[in-house]
C-alpha cells in the first residue's frame, strides 16, 4: 500500500505562484510513476503532470505547460507541483497520485492510489 498526503493549496491572485507537495510512504515508492491531476466543479477529472519513475522524463497537459513543472525527490519520497502564472482557469481541486507503473500515463485509469486533494483558487 502507498499512502499519499498532500499540502501546499490556497488562494492566490492572477499572475501569482504556488508549489504544491505530496508525501509517500511505501517502500516501493521510488519504482511508481507519479501524476497530478484536477477537478474544477461540474467537471471531469482532468490530467495535469506525469513524472516517470526516476523523474527524466515528464509530460504535461496542454493547458499547463510552460507554466507548471513536476519534480520529485526520491530520497524523500516526494513529488511536487511547482506553478507559476497562474490563471482563474486553474482554480481546481488538485490531487497527486501514484502508478504502479514505472512509466508515466495521462490515463487516470494507470493510477492505484490517490491523494486527499487540495484546493487552489485563483482570483483577484
Known amino acids: 500500500q502507498v499512502q499519499l498526503v498532500q499540502s501546499g493549496g490556497g488562494l492566490v491572485q492572477p499572475g501569482g505562484s504556488l508549489r504544491l507537495s505530496c508525501a509517500a510512504s511505501?517502500?516501493?515508492?521510488?519504482?511508481?510513476?507519479m501524476g497530478w491531476f484536477r477537478q474544477a466543479p461540474g467537471k471531469e477529472r482532468e490530467f495535469v503532470a506525469t513524472?516517470?519513475?526516476?523523474?527524466?522524463?515528464?509530460y504535461y497537459a496542454g493547458s499547463v505547460k510552460g507554466r507548471f513543472i513536476i519534480s520529485r525527490d526520491n530520497g524523500e519520497n516526494l513529488v511536487y507541483l511547482h506553478m507559476v502564472s497562474l490563471k482563474p482557469e486553474d482554480t481546481a481541486v488538485y490531487y497527486c497520485?501514484?502508478?504502479?507503473?514505472?512509466?508515466?500515463?495521462?490515463?487516470?485509469?494507470?493510477?492505484?492510489?490517490w491523494g486527499q486533494g487540495t484546493q487552489v483558487t485563483v482570483s483577484s
Open positions: 513524472i516517470n519513475w526516476n523523474g527524466d522524463s515528464t
Open positions: 511505501g517502500r516501493t515508492f521510488s519504482n511508481y510513476a
Open positions: 497520485a501514484a502508478s504502479t507503473f514505472s512509466s508515466s500515463s495521462s490515463l487516470k485509469e494507470n493510477y492505484h492510489y
